[in-house]
């Protein structure tokens, strides 16, 4: 079992930014990758972006690319995402999400997760 927890997030005015964290935990678990998704009032979940957890894969949804940066720190189990030049459009539930191994899936996919953080809101005012 992992637990995950997100914090950051909040209010910013468009063209602002913003930093949102997830720390993993739980009893022996490993880690192959982690994600982030988000979620729009009144639409489907949406994937953001992903890290490989022991190469530094990252991988990018191309409506964030450019100006979201993944990063994480191994040692604490920890993912960040740093969101730049913040566009109204970004606002929504943001999901943090873990994936403990390998799998033919692309970790692009919501059902490649198998733990998921509660969720944080982030809202972009214009």
């Known amino acids: 079992q992992v637990q995950l927890v997100e914090s950051g997030g909040g209010l910013a005015q468009a063209g602002g930014s913003l930093s949102l964290s997830c720390a993993a935990s739980g009893r022996q678990f490993s880690t192959y990758g982690m994600g982030w998704f988000r979620q729009a009032p009144g639409k489907e979940r949406e994937y953001v972006a992903h890290?490989?957890?022991?190469?530094?894969?990252?991988d990018y949804a191309a409506s964030v690319k450019g100006r979201f940066t993944i990063s994480k720190d191994n040692a604490r189990n920890t993912m960040y995402l740093q969101m730049n030049s913040l566009k109204p459009e970004d606002t929504g539930v943001y999901y943090c999400?873990?994936?403990?191994?390998?799998?033919?899936?692309?970790?692009?996919?919501?059902?490649?997760?198998?733990?998921w953080g509660q969720g944080t809101q982030v809202t972009v005012s214009s």
């Open positions: 999400a873990h994936s403990s191994t390998w799998s033919t899936s692309a970790l692009s996919e919501f059902l490649r997760y198998d733990y």
């Open positions: 890290i490989t957890w022991n190469s530094g894969y990252a």
